[in-house]
Structures are given as structure tokens and as C-alpha cells.
């Protein structure tokens, strides 16, 4: 088992540029989300999915999109990027209303 | 919007001394999960509380969950070097999870 795993570790995108982040997990658990973290405020959910072809909105979805055709991949899209888009982000995984298992996290920064 | 407060926020403590880290939150819930964060590394799950007085004990870390106080508890009994790192509590409601902003913990010998 791999558990959740993400791509990249590491990215440097210019203010404007797209990229999407990639995360899957081989666990088959049907709720995954994708957190932001930041200095001095804990993780930030941004969008979450507890299933298949189901997606929606955290706490802070504003400048990201999210689609889910498969059980495992649940890939986060960022459309323009701003420099308060640099965070690091962590992908989780878990059975319905269970513990959350987290990726290794991607740490952009947004130029 | 549901809001989690921990603190302390820093906590810098010698080995073999107890201390407890709080986490409130601000509206019903009855699921309540910490988590531990080292360095530069990801997120670990510890422990999951569903349900009113509910404890949970590893190692020197013990757990406990008051929904009617809304308020989560962990403590740590004599504390050792590898202990040190963040320790988040989270709450979730419906699908969504709110993190509180984390309990900084230094251990020192």
C-alpha cells in the first residue's frame, strides 16, 4: 500500500501561470480533500469529495477547481496563480467520517 | 462557520512533566480527531473521539472528548524528547473538517 500520494514536492509557477497537483490513494476510501496550510493558521480545507463524480466546496475553494472521475485520483487544479496561493498543500484520504490519512504535502510558492 | 481554538500555542515543557493542550469549538459536533505534525513532514493520526466522554490512551498521550462542553482535552504524561512536535485537533461536521492552529510542543531534557 502506498497510502496517499502526491506530485509535486516542490513547485516555483509565476504569478498567472496554471498547474494542477496531483494526488491519489490506493485504499479505496471514498471521502478525499485537499487542505492549504499556512503559518499560524492550522490546514484550511479547500475542496472535498466523498465520492466518484461528487465534488465540493471547504472553507477556502475560491481560485481552485477539483474533479473526480475515479475512486482514487482526486487532482486540485490552479487556474491563475497568485502569490497568496503559496502554501503548502496536503491531499487526505478516509472512510466516511473516519481518521484522515495525508499525502506528503507539495509546497508551491507562487512568484 | 465552526471556529477551534487551541492553546496553548506554544508549549515548552522538561521530560517527566505532565501537561495538557486544549481544543474548543464553537458549534455541535460529536467527531474530534488529533492529529501530530513533525517538521517539515505531514499529518499522523492519534486518535478519534465519536462520542460524548469518550478517552483514548497511547503511550503517554491520552485523549478525552466533552461535546457538551465542546471542548477536547489531550494530555501527556511524563514527557519524553520524542514528543516534541504539532499537535492539531479538528472537527468535523457533515463532510467538512475545521483545524485549529495547532499546539507547538517542545520537550526539553
Known amino acids: 500500500n502506498a497510502g496517499v500520494t502526491q506530485t509535486p514536492k516542490f513547485q516555483v509557477l509565476k504569478t498567472g501561470q496554471s498547474m494542477t497537483l496531483q494526488c491519489a490513494q490506493d485504499m479505496n476510501h471514498e471521502y478525499m480533500s485537499w487542505y492549504r496550510q499556512d503559518p499560524g493558521m492550522g490546514l484550511r480545507l479547500i475542496h472535498y469529495s466523498v465520492g466518484a463524480g461528487i465534488t465540493d466546496q471547504g472553507e477556502v475553494p475560491n481560485g481552485y477547481n477539483v474533479s473526480r472521475s475515479t475512486t482514487e485520483d482526486f487532482p486540485l487544479r490552479l487556474l491563475s496563480a497568485a502569490p497568496s496561493q503559496t502554501s503548502v498543500y496536503f491531499c487526505?484520504?478516509?472512510?466516511?467520517?473516519?481518521?484522515?490519512?495525508f499525502g506528503p504535502g507539495t509546497r508551491l510558492t507562487v512568484t | 462557520e465552526l471556529k477551534v481554538e487551541q492553546n496553548p500555542l506554544f508549549l515548552s515543557m522538561q521530560e517527566g512533566k505532565n501537561y495538557t493542550i486544549y481544543c474548543n469549538y464553537s458549534t455541535t459536533s460529536d467527531r474530534l480527531y488529533w492529529y501530530r505534525q513533525d517538521p517539515g513532514k505531514s499529518l499522523e493520526s492519534l486518535f478519534v473521539l465519536l462520542s460524548n466522554g469518550a478517552v483514548k490512551q497511547e503511550g503517554r498521550l491520552m485523549a478525552s472528548l466533552d461535546t457538551k462542553a465542546r471542548l477536547s482535552t489531550l494530555h501527556i504524561t511524563a514527557a519524553v524528547h520524542d514528543l516534541s512536535a504539532t499537535y492539531f485537533c479538528a472537527v468535523g461536521t457533515g463532510n467538512q473538517f475545521y483545524f485549529g492552529t495547532g499546539t507547538s510542543l517542545t520537550v526539553i531534557p
Open positions: 487526505a484520504s478516509s472512510s466516511l467520517g473516519d481518521e484522515q490519512y
